[in-house]
């Protein structure tokens, strides 16, 4: 007998991150983001100049424009799809870097949104459960974090095509996070998903062996530090009225947030070496960090179709959203005074002009285009929250169409 996710949990709200956030009041979360932003493009600014980085440099420069208090917001009465109203936060032009605290941010609360959209109506088949799976790594003292977060990203596709997996495993979603210790970088991937039993052994020795080829093929060799010789893996069941987390159990709620969280929490860039700061800076595409698989990927293209069919006589803001794509690669303008001749001609990234163009013809065009980008927003933002009240942390304020129009009444 099929059994309905909707059914068996109670999703938590979309935004429930919000009403946490409310808690504590939107605008110290706000003041906290961009004080946050500011610091670590200060730092990454040092640091690029020492390492003679322009990409790194330009990305500080862009991530100082997203935590400007210019450029974060607060809101009052914005509303869910279900007509709920909650406060929030968010930036008008975004930078899309994973160092930036608001960035991370959004990113968390979409990748949030696809894990509820690939569970939602999801039916397990006979003799499956909803399960957390946690996978560790050994922390290699000499790699820096792309490699640390590439030897994850390779073991854990060698993991999926094994038959053991492939024979217990349907689909799921995969969520990476890092921690940054004394003697290296510690990943880690939480994965939600719908299996039949998994055995614990099987899955360490497993994981234990794709971790050694992973690391193999960049040249290390690692040692697990364990009773077992062998990597730490951890599965639990996923239950409908459980709260937190326990030695056997987790609710939907806390696996959802585990699987969604932040690659990094903001304050670990603190203990990261400047150097690697700045690799961090200059990555154009990024392992895929977060990730639906197997059946569960095919739920959300259904879900996606389905919802662009409906929302086809509202305003698509899908290329306003903040973060879109790669670090820099949303803000595409073309070169001062020089138009593109052909049709299907590329213009160049801000990532390309940054390190194309001197210093100050570079802080003068991204200038003009985060002016642009902003006032973009506050329209889109005012068309897709008509009632709501936005306020800037320098004071400036806009409200939504709905309201504009009672107050000019």
Not at 148 to 173: D, E, H, P, T, Y
Not at 335 to 357: G, S
Not at 386 to 406: M, Y
């Amino acid at each position: 007998m099929q059994r309905s996710f909707a059914r068996a949990f109670t999703l938590p709200s979309e935004n429930s991150d919000f009403n946490r956030k409310s808690t504590r009041t939107v605008d110290g979360v706000a003041r906290y983001r961009s004080a946050r932003g500011e610091a670590i493009a200060r730092r990454l600014t040092i640091a690029a100049h020492s390492c003679g980085s322009l990409v790194a440099l330009g990305m500080a420069d862009m991530m100082r424009e997203c935590s400007s208090p210019s450029n974060v917001w607060t809101a009052t009465d914005l509303h869910n799809a279900d007509g709920e109203a909650f406060d929030g936060v968010g930036t008008l032009a975004a930078c899309g870097s994973r160092l930036c605290p608001s960035c991370s941010a959004d990113l968390r609360r979409r990748s949030r949104r696809r894990a509820r959209m690939a569970l939602a109506g999801f039916s397990l088949r006979a003799g499956e459960l909803y399960r957390f799976v946690g996978l560790t790594t050994p922390t290699v003292s000499d790699a820096s974090l792309t490699d640390s977060l590439r030897a994850v990203q390779r073991a854990w596709s060698l993991l999926r095509k094994r038959k053991f997996w492939l024979s217990c495993v349907r689909g799921g979603i995969k969520g990476v996070e890092f921690t940054v210790t004394t003697h290296g970088y510690h990943s880690h991937i939480h994965l939600l998903v719908a299996s039949k039993w998994i055995e614990h052994a099987t899955l360490r020795a497993e994981w234990s062996h794709c971790l050694r080829v992973a690391w193999s093929e960049q040249g290390h060799g690692i040692v697990f530090n364990t009773p077992t010789g062998e990597a730490i893996v951890d599965v639990r069941l996923i239950r409908a009225k459980h709260r937190g987390s326990s030695r056997v159990a987790v609710s939907i709620d806390h696996a959802l947030q585990e699987v969604s969280k932040y690659v990094c929490k903001s304050e670990s860039w603190d203990a990261v070496p400047d150097d690697h700061l700045v690799a961090v800076a200059e990555v154009q595409r990024w392992q895929r960090l977060f990730e639906v698989f197997g059946e569960m990927r095919a739920r959300v293209g259904e879900i996606a179709v389905a919802q662009s069919e409906r929302a086809t006589t509202f305003l698509d803001t899908q290329d306003l959203s903040d973060g879109n794509l790669s670090d820099g690669a949303q803000l595409r303008i073309p070169y001062p005074e020089q138009p593109i001749k052909r049709r299907n001609a590329r213009a160049p990234t801000l990532r390309t002009l940054m390190v194309d163009l001197d210093r100050q013809a570079w802080l003068k065009i991204l200038a003009a285009r985060i002016s642009d980008r902003r006032a973009h927003r506050r329209t889109s933002l005012s068309l897709r929250y008509p009632c709501a009240r936005f306020r800037s942390l320098s004071g400036d304020v806009f409200v939504g169409t709905a309201l504009r129009s009672s107050l000019a009444a």
